[in-house]
C-alpha cells in the first residue's frame, strides 16, 4: 500500500509539463455529480482555453441512447487537492452538440440573470451554509450513530467537542483544507445539532462564482468521503423525528443593502420575496416539505415570515444589521440538496429584477 500511495502522489512537474484536467458536470438527477479526467500539454488559468469535451448522457439520465452526446463546456478552474501540483478541476455545464443547454444545466439560465446589467451594477454578495450529514457506508445510518439505535437527545453535539459528540471531524477537517487549497472561498466549519451532521460557509462570493464554489466544494466533498469509506447525505431531513433537518441558509446583500441606508432596501427586498414565497419554495430543494415544520429552527413551508435575529423564520435579519441600518440578510428556506445556481440567481432576480 505504501507503492500505491507513493504513486498516487508522484509530482508529474518532475519529469513532464503536461497535467490532468478533472472535469465536473451534475448528473439526470439535478444533484448526482460526475467527473472523468483528460491530459492537457501544460498549465491552464483561463477556463476559456481548456477544451470542451463530451460525456454519454443516455448513461447519466440526460441524453436517449440514439442520439447521447452531451458537450461540456469549462466554465470555472480550481486547483486539485487530490492530484496537486499544476493539475486542475473544472466546473462545466452541459450542452446539446447544437449548443443548446440541456435541461439539467441550471448555470446557463443563472448566468443570464448575473450578467444583466441592473445585477451587474449591484454586486450581488452571497454566504452559503451547506449542511450535509455523514453517513456509514454499508447501512446508510448516521456516523457515530449505534447501529439500528439512537444516540442520545440533541443538545450536546452542536459544536461540540469529544469522541462521543463529534463524528468525522477527519473527515470535515480535510474537506476544510482541500477546499482552500482549491481556491474555494470557505469561510468556515462547525458541527451541527444533529450528531453526525456538519456545515461548511461558503462566501462572500460574487454573483455565479457561488454557485461554482458550492458545486466543487459538494464534488471534494463526495471524493473525500469516498476515501475515508463513508456516504455523505445531502438529504433536508435524513432522520425523521426529533432531529434537525440539514438546510442551505443563503445570506444575501447587493451594494445598496451595504451602503447607509441599506436596512429600507433590505425591507424593500424582504416584501418582493414575501410576494413570490410559494414560487421560491418549489425551487428550493426536494423534500424541504420535510425539514420545514415550523420546528428545529425552521418557518413552516407555508408561511413566510421575517424576524430579527429569529432562527425561527424564512427570512432572519442579523441584529448587526439593524444596529448599523445596512448589512445583509439570511435566506433559511433553502434544503440542503438545492441547487445553487437556482436559488442565488433567483433571489437576485427577484430582490432587483422583478417589479411587483
Known amino acids: 500500500m505504501s507503492l500505491l500511495s507513493d504513486l498516487i502522489n508522484l509530482n508529474l512537474s518532475e519529469t513532464t509539463e503536461k497535467i490532468i484536467a478533472e472535469y465536473i458536470w451534475i448528473g439526470g ?103 450535509y450529514t455523514l453517513l456509514q457506508k454499508d447501512i446508510q445510518w448516521p456516523l457515530g450513530w449505534p ?39 470557505v469561510s468556515g466549519i462547525n458541527g451541527e445539532v444533529m450528531p453526525g451532521q456538519w456545515e461548511f460557509q461558503v462566501g462572500p462570493s460574487v454573483g455565479i462564482s457561488a454557485g461554482d464554489e458550492i458545486w466543487v466544494a459538494r464534488y471534494i466533498l463526495e471524493r473525500i468521503t469516498e476515501i475515508a469509506g463513508a456516504v455523505v447525505s445531502f438529504d433536508p431531513k435524513p432522520i425523521q423525528g426529533d432531529w434537525n433537518g440539514a438546510g442551505a441558509h443563503t445570506n444575501y446583500s447587493t451594494k445598496s443593502m451595504r451602503n447607509d441606508g441599506g436596512y429600507e432596501i433590505i425591507k424593500q427586498a424582504i416584501e418582493k420575496l414575501s410576494k413570490k414565497h410559494k414560487e421560491h419554495i418549489a425551487a ?69 429584477l422583478w417589479k411587483p
Not at 449548443?99 to 451587474?120: L, Q, W, Y
Not at 459544536?159 to 468525522?168: F, M
Open 284 to 352: 428550493y430543494g426536494e423534500g424541504n416539505e420535510r425539514r420545514l415544520t415550523g420546528k428545529h429552527e425552521t418557518a413552516d413551508i407555508n408561511t413566510f415570515l421575517w424576524g430579527v435575529a429569529n432562527r425561527g423564520a424564512s427570512i432572519r435579519v442579523g441584529r448587526d444589521t439593524e444596529k448599523a441600518g445596512k448589512g445583509y440578510f439570511e435566506d433559511r428556506r433553502p434544503a440542503s440538496n438545492m441547487d445553487p445556481y437556482v436559488v442565488t440567481s433567483m433571489i437576485a432576480e427577484t430582490t432587483i
Open 147 to 185: 447501529v439500528g439505535g439512537f444516540p442520545g437527545p440533541q443538545g450536546p453535539y452542536y459544536c461540540g467537542i469529544g469522541a462521543d459528540k463529534a463524528y468525522g471531524r477527519d473527515i470535515v477537517d480535510s474537506h476544510y483544507k482541500a477546499c482552500l487549497y482549491a481556491g474555494i472561498n
Open 29 to 131: 438527477s439535478g444533484l448526482d455529480l460526475r467527473s472523468k479526467a483528460r491530459t492537457l500539454p501544460g498549465p491552464v488559468s483561463d477556463p476559456s482555453k481548456l477544451p470542451k469535451w463530451n460525456y454519454d448522457g443516455s448513461s447519466t439520465g440526460q441524453a436517449p441512447g440514439e442520439d447521447s452526446e452531451v458537450i461540456l463546456y469549462p466554465q470555472a478552474i480550481f486547483k486539485d487537492p487530490f492530484r496537486r501540483g499544476n493539475n486542475i478541476l473544472v466546473m462545466c455545464d452541459a450542452y446539446t452538440p447544437a449548443g443548446v443547454p440541456i435541461p439539467t444545466n441550471k448555470r446557463h439560465a443563472a448566468e443570464k440573470i448575473f450578467s444583466n446589467p441592473d445585477v451587474v451594477k449591484e454586486e450581488p454578495w452571497y454566504g452559503i451554509e451547506q449542511e
